[in-house]
Structures are given as structure tokens and as C-alpha cells.
């Protein structure tokens, strides 16, 4: 197997993060702050910034990052109200 299908088989697992995460909320299984949600566009974004710097993206890498950092603001706000 070759780079391009570790990079794109990076990309779907991170699409299907992201996704199954966003279903889970809108369908109120999920609340927008738990830990799974947050985690789930984390990992799954991060894994859309591997796959789209890979094939040169960078728009689509850029949104990426910034969702990364959204989550991670998200996970830093709730263990503030976890320790206050």
C-alpha cells in the first residue's frame, strides 16, 4: 500500500468522526459539549488537515485547524467548569 491511501484512509476515518459526532447531536443523543462530540471533531479534524495538506487543500486544511482549535477551546471551557 502506498502513502496516498494511508493519507486517504486518514481522511475518510476523520470524515466519519466528524459526521457520526454531528448525527449524534443534531439527533440529541449527544450533547454539544460532551466529551465524544468534542473529541470526535478533534481527532476528525485533525485527521481532514493530514489528508488535506497531503493533496495540497489549503483552504480545506485551514478550516480544519481552526475546527481543531474550537474543540480544543471547547474541551479547555469544560474542564474549567469542571474545576470551578
Do not use: C
Not at 502513502?3 to 440529541?28: C, P, Q, R
Not at 481532514?48 to 489549503?58: D, H
Amino acid at each position: 500500500m502506498d502513502e496516498k491511501f494511508w493519507y486517504d484512509a486518514i481522511g475518510w476515518i476523520g470524515s466519519i468522526l466528524i459526521v457520526a459526532a454531528y448525527a449524534l447531536s443534531i439527533s440529541g443523543r449527544l450533547r454539544s459539549d460532551a466529551p465524544f462530540y468534542l473529541w470526535g471533531n478533534i481527532l476528525g479534524s485533525f485527521s481532514l488537515v493530514l489528508n488535506t495538506l497531503y493533496v495540497g487543500a489549503y483552504p480545506s486544511a485551514a478550516v480544519n485547524i481552526i475546527w481543531v482549535v474550537i474543540g480544543l477551546w471547547g474541551i479547555a471551557r469544560n474542564r474549567r467548569k469542571v474545576f470551578s
